[in-house]
């Protein structure tokens, strides 16, 4: 072979690896997506994320689970972020969504980000990328968050409900959840872990599982007997408004506490309760108290991954003018 053919071989490899690089970009995410088009953009919205939570840290754990929202109904899309309309019932709207707070931060960051660079960011990076500071703001791990992610047209309340799993599900059924979105058992003992930071209403979730467990006015049997006492203390039946801390006297700190009370049966839900019921989450849950534990280590790459779910790229979707309306 002459060296004038080889090097147009070798050229002709070179070009397909890139050309194949390329391909992959274009249908995923890349850490640094907005580095030509709006450079300032992941800056400007660490930004806005450090006013809020420096005022109220207590909405760093909304802010992470509405990622999580997000990313289960209809894909990471910001399609949680969507108002309602007349004529359609969105995901905001949901039984589930009681809890959702942090819109505020959200529509902030967009705001900000649209006066450096209009018609760039889609509202459904700007979700991640806020969950991502708002753990990192308080001392919780961090990671790169892959963007590029365009928003949707669609939330409806319905689509919530049928892929938001509930709170009184068993480990069948969040298996399936979580299989359903492409994500593994393993991510499903990682993930489940975002409930070391934050609250939640006493009713439903906890107040049946309290007062009328199988409708017959008895207690949960797999929840250690002081916990239920302790929460029957905090959650009166029918009362709405009360609320708990997710995991009790860490509430505010990212750290491996939950797999501590998972551990002691102490489980808020009977979804986290519910990791000891299976092989692979329990043999997690144990790990996880002991002094080698990699829970901080695990959770920004479970997180990377929940954020892929289902997104859109390229020319797909929109990058919405406002958060709160399809354009
Ligand atoms: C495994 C299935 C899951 C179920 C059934 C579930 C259910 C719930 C429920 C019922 C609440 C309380 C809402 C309220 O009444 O105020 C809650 C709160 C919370 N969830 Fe989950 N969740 C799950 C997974 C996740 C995941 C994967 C994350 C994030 C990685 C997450 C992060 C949170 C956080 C941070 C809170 C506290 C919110 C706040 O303080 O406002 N959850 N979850
Ligand atoms: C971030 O906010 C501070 C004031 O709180 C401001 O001085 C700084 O320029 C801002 N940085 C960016 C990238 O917007
Ligand atoms: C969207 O609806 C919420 C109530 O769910 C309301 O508080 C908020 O102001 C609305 N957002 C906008 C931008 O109109
Ligand atoms: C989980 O719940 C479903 C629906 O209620 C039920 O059919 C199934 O038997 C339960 N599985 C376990 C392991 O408890
Ligand atoms: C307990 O559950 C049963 C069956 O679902 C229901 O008939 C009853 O009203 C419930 N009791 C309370 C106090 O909610
Ligand atoms: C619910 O409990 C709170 C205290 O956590 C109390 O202030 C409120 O009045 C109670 N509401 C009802 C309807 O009982
Ligand atoms: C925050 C939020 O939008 N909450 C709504 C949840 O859904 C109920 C109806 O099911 C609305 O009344 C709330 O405003």
New binding site residues.
């Given amino acids: 072979m002459t060296s004038p053919e080889l090097l147009s071989l070798i050229f002709f490899h070179l070009t397909l690896v890139f050309f194949v690089l390329d391909l992959a970009n274009a249908q995923g995410l890349k850490v640094g997506f907005y580095q030509q088009t709006c450079p300032s953009a992941e800056a400007i919205i660490k930004n806005t994320t450090a006013q809020y939570i420096s005022r109220a840290p207590s909405l760093a754990p909304a802010l992470l689970r509405m990622h999580f929202h997000d990313c289960f109904v209809n894909g990471c899309d910001g399609s949680v972020l969507i108002n309602s309309t007349k004529k359609n019932q969105a995901e905001k709207d949901a039984a589930p969504n009681t809890s959702l707070r942090g819109f505020q931060v959200i529509d902030a960051a967009k705001t900000a980000v649209e006066k450096k660079c209009p018609g760039v960011v889609s509202c459904a990076d700007i979700v991640a990328l806020v969950a991502r500071d708002a753990v990192s703001m308080i001392k919780g791990p961090s990671w790169s968050v892959p963007t590029g992610r365009r928003d949707g047209r669609v939330s409806t309340a319905q689509n919530a409900l049928k892929n938001l799993p509930s709170p009184f599900?068993?480990?069948?059924?969040l298996k399936a959840s979580f299989g359903s979105k492409g994500l593994s058992v393993k991510d499903l003992a990682v993930l489940s872990g975002g409930h070391t930071i934050g609250i939640s209403h006493c009713f439903p979730s906890v107040t049946i599982r309290l007062y009328n467990f199988t409708g017959k006015g008895d207690t949960d049997p797999t929840i250690d007997p002081n916990y239920a006492a302790a929460l029957k203390k905090i959650c009166k039946p029918g009362n709405l408004t009360t609320i708990v801390e997710m995991d009790p006297g860490s509430s505010k700190k990212f750290d491996t506490d939950y797999y501590t009370m998972v551990s002691k049966r102490r489980g808020l839900f009977q979804s986290d309760g519910a990791l000891l019921?299976e092989s692979t989450t329990k043999a997690y849950v144990l790990s996880q108290i002991s002094s080698g534990s990699t829970f901080l280590n695990d959770f920004g790459p479970a997180m990377v991954k929940m954020g892929q779910i289902g997104v859109l790229t390229g020319k797909s979707g929109e990058i919405r003018k406002r958060c709160a309306f399809i354009n």
């Fill in positions: 599900s068993n480990i069948t059924q019921s």
